[in-house]
């Protein structure tokens, strides 16, 4: 498990780090504008050679790591050299792949500048690309270096992209702490801690996704469905807004299927629609939501497994759901 350090304490790791070694920073078109928060907090990091790569999900292919790939030949990267991944979750899923893969592998440090990045995507050392319109497809396990967390960086952030990576803290809530919603509107730092520290808990135990850790994918089997769909259409959600949808979706089956109470039912579904929109998904987006569940990586013997809740904080993996409940629960999601 990669140590994750916060503030202070990451700028400390990150200045004696680069006092002995070589680094390349990766970022994105949207992220460059945290580079001066970065050299500011960070001053070793302003002569590092910077590579960059357009903003957002269509860029999570391999066609961009060829294009990084190329950029960290081109300025004479070796083995030794350290990647580090200044951006959301596209740029740490993105450049944690690029480096455990060049070179047959160089180290790599996440500088999370997302809310989903910092209580997510940077943590666990799972990277990778999209493939074939599916999330996720092509990737690796592979342990950061370090994950630098400052709350700082998401003054950049415009509110759909915070309120994106909401969409992981309530997950974090409904499977492990609850409590946590108590934290959305009060003190930040503690928020994005809390809800690292639900994480790293689950990643410790299960740290390659044998087992327990599959809890973490509530919400995730129809919503990469959902995200994955919508992708090239004209409205694409993002990450978030999908599993937001996922989990109002999953929850409902929940108390059709592995007896969640209908008040904590309900209570869930209120707390995710006080934050997000629901997605307009017409009988045919769903038709071809429920053939992209067929990819989904939790699958089994070519069945289709959910991550269902018998309660609050009681997450249940490697669940079966039939299509004709499926379809019930799109009725249910479309109707309000």
């Keep these: 498990?990669?140590?994750?350090?916060?503030?202070?304490?990451?700028?400390?790791?990150?200045?004696?780090?680069?006092?002995?070694?070589?680094?390349?920073?990766?970022?994105?078109?949207?992220?460059?504008?945290?580079?001066?928060?970065?050299?500011?907090?960070?001053?070793?990091?302003?002569?590092?050679?910077?590579?960059?790569?357009?903003?957002?999900?269509?860029?999570?292919?391999?066609?961009?790591?060829?294009?990084?790939?190329?950029?960290?030949?081109?300025?004479?990267?070796?083995?030794?050299?350290?990647?580090?991944?200044?951006?959301?979750?596209?740029?740490?899923?993105?450049?944690?792949?690029?480096?455990?893969?060049?070179?047959?592998?160089?180290?790599?440090?996440?500088?999370?500048?997302?809310?989903?990045?910092?209580?997510?995507?940077?943590?666990?050392?799972?990277?990778?690309?999209?493939?074939?319109?599916?999330?996720?497809?092509?990737?690796?396990?592979?342990?950061?270096?370090a994950v630098l967390i400052d709350s700082n960086f998401l003054k950049t952030l415009p509110a759909r992209q915070y309120r994106n990576g909401l969409a992981e803290v309530l997950k974090h809530a409904f499977i492990s702490d609850i409590s946590i919603l108590d934290l959305i509107d009060g003190n930040e730092d503690e928020l994005i801690s809390r809800s690292v520290q639900v994480k790293m808990d689950v990643v410790q135990r299960d740290e390659f996704e044998a087992g327990k850790r599959k809890k973490l994918n509530f919400g995730h089997t129809l919503g990469h469905a959902i995200e994955s769909h919508l992708l090239d259409s004209e409205n694409p959600v993002l990450h978030g807004?999908?599993?937001?949808?996922?989990?109002?979706?999953?929850?409902?089956?929940?108390?059709?299927?592995?007896?969640?109470?209908?008040?904590?039912?309900?209570?869930?579904?209120?707390?995710?629609?006080?934050?997000?929109?629901?997605?307009f998904l017409s009988e045919d987006d769903w038709k071809s939501v429920k053939k992209l569940l067929i990819h989904d990586k939790k699958n089994r013997d070519g069945n289709v497994q959910f991550v269902l809740l018998k309660g609050i904080s009681e997450a249940v993996i490697g669940q079966s759901v039939s299509e004709e409940l499926l379809d019930e629960v799109f009725n249910f999601y479309t109707a309000l």
């Design 1 to 145: 498990m990669s140590p994750v350090y916060f503030k202070d304490a990451g700028w400390t790791f990150l200045k004696d780090f680069l006092a002995k070694e070589r680094a390349i920073i990766l970022c994105d078109s949207n992220t460059k504008v945290c580079l001066q928060l970065l050299h500011e907090v960070c001053p070793e990091t302003e002569n590092l050679p910077v590579i960059e790569i357009l903003a957002g999900e269509e860029s999570k292919k391999l066609s961009t790591c060829e294009k990084v790939w190329a950029a960290l030949i081109e300025l004479g990267a070796d083995r030794n050299t350290v990647l580090l991944n200044l951006g959301g979750g596209v740029v740490t899923d993105l450049g944690g792949f690029v480096a455990s893969t060049f070179m047959r592998g160089i180290r790599f440090i996440n500088v999370p500048t997302s809310l989903l990045g910092m209580v997510d995507a940077a943590i666990g050392g799972k990277t990778g690309v999209d493939f074939g319109g599916l999330k996720n497809m092509i990737g690796a396990f592979s342990r950061a270096e």
């Design 241 to 279: 807004e999908a599993v937001a949808a996922g989990m109002i979706m999953e929850t409902w089956i929940s108390q059709q299927e592995v007896g969640l109470s209908i008040d904590e039912w309900k209570s869930i579904t209120a707390t995710v629609d006080s934050i997000f929109s629901r997605i």
